[in-house]
Nanobody, 127 residues
Framework: QVQLVESGGGLVQSGESLTLSCTAPGFNLDYYAINWFRQAPGKEREGVSCISSHDGSRYYADSVKGRFTVSRDNAKNTVYLRMNSLKPEDTGVYYC????????????????????WGQGTQVTVSS
């Protein structure tokens, strides 16, 4: 099973920024739409963003629009999530995933569509 690996999380103060990375060692992510999800303690995993491969379209949850930017560098086989103006409510474990089928995002999708989850990376925003 292909394992996606997230990194870049940390502890920051409200208003600061972080950039998360997602890669898959030994597997080419170029052809697939990649999603970012997050899960706060006691809450359901929620979609944050999706970036397509074929048409480059990007989608964001309303709660992060204007603050988060998703991008991909196919030469580095890496997808990034740049998070600016972080808020305490952004705290959670962030995951990237794909269904290894779609090249374009159909919009924001529920976490139940995906079965391949990595360890995630913890983001903690203090007030």
């Amino acid at each position: 099973q292909v394992q996606l690996v997230e990194s870049g999380g940390g502890l920051v103060q409200s208003g600061e920024s972080l950039t998360l990375s997602c890669t898959a060692p030994g597997f080419n992510l170029d052809y697939y739409a990649i999603n970012w999800f997050r899960q706060a303690p006691g809450k359901e995993r929620e979609g944050v963003s999706c970036i397509s491969s074929h048409d480059g379209s990007r989608y964001y949850a309303d709660s992060v629009k204007g603050r988060f930017t998703v991008s991909r560098d196919n030469a580095k086989n890496t997808v990034y999530l740049r998070m600016n103006s972080l808020k305490p409510e952004d705290t959670g474990v962030y995951y990237c995933t794909t269904d290894f089928y779609r090249s374009n995002c159909p919009g924001m999708t529920p976490h139940t569509w995906y079965s391949n989850w990595g360890q995630g990376t913890q983001v903690t925003v203090s007030s």
